[in-house]
């Protein structure tokens, strides 16, 4: 089993920036891809961002020019630096991992989320 624990939500003003931290701990042999995604309230969830095990990025178009992904594989840990916060990227905050386990397969995993709430 492998667990995906996120930090770093919280209430900021909007052109604020925070950053989102997503740490996998478990059975990991190596990570491949890691992503970040969003749900806010009565709407569907959306990628906002994805990092290769190469560290190829790719963005949502929402987000884009605003928002990096970076991993740190030695850690098993993906980041999400948000800058120029909006209201409309008020949401939680999903982290996401495709992870090769030891003794078994490739597996997707999900963590809990974390509120991330823009508001003056």
């Known amino acids: 089993q492998v667990q995906l624990v996120e930090s770093g939500g919280g209430l900021v003003q909007p052109g604020g920036s925070l950053r989102l931290s997503c740490a996998a701990s478990g059975r990991i042999r190596s990570i491949n891809d890691m992503a970040w995604y969003r749900q806010a309230p009565g709407k569907e969830r959306e990628l906002v961002a994805s990092i290769s095990s190469g560290r190829i990025t790719d963005y949502g178009d929402s987000v884009k020019g605003r928002v990096t992904i970076s991993r740190d594989n030695a850690k098993n840990t993906v980041y999400l630096q948000m800058n120029s916060l909006k209201p409309e990227d008020t949401a939680v905050y999903y982290c996401?991992?495709?992870?090769?386990?030891w003794g078994s397969g490739t597996f997707e995993y999900w963590g809990q989320g974390t509120q991330v709430i823009v508001s003056s």
């Open positions: 996401n991992a495709l992870v090769r386990e």
